[in-house]
């Protein structure tokens, strides 16, 4: 019963140990925190522009920044524009908010290292690494090209590390 009682406390402190420092990983939940509350912000600008007039927003905006508004370019944007009403205004800024509000949820069960936010994140960025691909397959972009090096990245270094940065129940 004496040698039960000194293994006891060495069982208990094995299976409170410290977290393991984890750069990467913080980088990510650095990743999808910032595109959450830039989403967010970009949510709540769109829905404040609901019931404003989107065309005089827009010819000002053409103003200011200098432009020729008679460019076909810009007379096709602006008929858009003016097509849109304040209820898809709306859908459009709940859709960017819940979107947010899901890499917010996902950053902050990364910072907790709970098992089913690694899942969620190796899940999301998984998702997008095919149309990704099809978007570089019809048109070059730099800056898809580079969300794509992320994503694939995200998905490796989760996969891999998955049972060393998550708890385990």
Request: hydrophobic share 55%; charged share 15%; net charge positive.
């Given at each position: 019963m004496h040698a039960v009682a000194e293994h006891s406390p060495s069982v208990a402190a094995a299976s409170e140990c410290p977290k393991k420092r984890a750069p990467t990983?913080?980088?990510?939940?650095?990743?999808?925190?910032?595109?959450?509350?830039l989403l967010l912000l970009v949510a709540l600008g769109v829905f404040s522009l609901a019931n404003a007039n989107l065309s005089e927003i827009y010819q000002a905006l053409l103003k200011w920044i200098n432009v020729?508004?008679?460019?076909?370019?810009?007379?096709s944007l602006a008929k858009k524009i003016s097509a849109l009403t304040p209820s898809n205004v709306y859908w459009v800024a709940a859709g960017t908010a819940f979107y947010s509000m899901f890499s917010l949820v996902e950053g902050v069960g990364l910072i907790f290292r709970v098992g089913w936010a690694g899942w969620l994140a190796i899940g999301e960025s998984a998702f997008f690494v095919p149309i990704e691909v099809h978007?570089?397959?019809?048109?070059?972009?730099?800056?898809?090209?580079?969300?794509?090096?992320?994503?694939?990245?995200?998905?490796?270094?989760l996969l891999?590390?998955?049972d060393r940065l998550f708890k385990h129940h």
């Open positions: 990983l913080y980088v990510i939940i650095a990743i999808k925190l910032g595109k959450g509350i020729d508004p008679e460019q076909h370019f810009f007379v978007h570089l397959m019809g048109r070059f972009s730099l800056t898809v090209f580079v969300i794509l090096l992320i994503n694939i990245g995200i998905v490796w270094y891999q590390n998955k």
